[in-house]
């Protein structure tokens, strides 16, 4: 079974333009978290969905917002970027969206913002 | 606030040298455990997780967790380190109940550095 894949892997962006990240889990998977990592902070929760609906939101700014579409496939999306967005993104799966089941990490999208 | 705390940020260690590195939690209630490692340049992976029962936990690599609920901690070790055991170490907690990942809080990572 193909694991989580997100794409791209390396972004370098500019302040104020926005960016569009993709993660597609594993299949069977329906349930999608977006976490921002930075040195220092761990893992940041961002969002997460579930079934095409998110169902819990993250201390994130509005500029952070993120979809499901109907094949579990997930994007998120930062506007106006900022010096600060800049980190590694990650996304991961689970099978029903219940923690007794492990989440399953991509590798993740280096984001640099100049 | 939940919080999870690891203090050592950084540890170097030769091979052969026993592992020990701390996780704390700020929660009253029923809690589950997670060890998370990231090789360099790898994904993010599972090492070890506690949900009930022995609180003695032993997962891959070698690696086991021991869950000590006075303490509110959930330390990871490891008796003899190998050089590939190099890699940032992330302790995790989730609230039982939730099926939701906001409720899964990370700790900040420990850089574990193995000389040869």
């Known amino acids: 079974k193909a694991g989580v894949t997100q794409t791209p892997r390396y972004l370098i962006k500019t302040r104020g333009q926005q960016v569009t990240l993709s993660c597609s889990p594993i299949?069977?998977?329906?349930?999608v978290s977006w976490y921002q990592q930075t040195p220092g902070q761990g893992l940041q929760f961002l969002f997460e969905?579930?079934?095409?609906?998110?169902?819990n939101k993250g201390n994130f700014p509005g500029r952070f917002s993120g979809r499901q579409f109907s094949n579990s496939r997930s994007e998120m999306n930062v506007s106006t970027l900022e010096l600060g967005d800049s980190a590694l993104y990650l996304c991961?799966?689970?099978?029903?969206?219940?923690?007794?089941?492990?989440?399953?990490f991509g590798p993740g999208t280096r984001l640099t913002v100049l | 606030a939940q919080s999870v705390s690891q203090h050592n940020h950084h540890v170097i260690l030769s091979e052969a040298a026993s592992l020990e590195l701390g996780c704390n939690y700020s929660?009253?209630?029923?809690?589950?455990l997670f060890w998370y490692v990231q090789y360099p340049g790898q994904h993010l992976q599972l090492l070890l997780k506690?949900?009930?029962?022995?609180?003695l936990v032993k997962g891959i690599k070698g690696f086991e967790a021991e869950f000590i609920k006075s303490k509110f901690s959930f330390n990871l070790r490891k008796p003899s380190v190998q050089w590939s055991d190099t890699a940032e170490y992330f302790c995790?907690?989730?609230?039982?109940?939730?099926?939701?990942?906001?409720?899964?809080?990370f700790g900040s990572g420990t850089r574990l550095s193995i000389r040869p």
């Open positions: 995790a907690v989730t609230l039982t109940g939730y099926s939701s990942a906001s409720k899964i809080i």
């Open positions: 991961a799966s689970t099978p029903l969206g219940q923690l007794n089941n492990e989440q399953f």
């Open positions: 969905y579930f079934s095409e609906t998110q169902r």
């Open positions: 929660y009253g209630g029923t809690v589950n």
């Open positions: 506690y949900f009930s029962g022995d609180p």
């Open positions: 299949s069977g998977h329906r349930s």
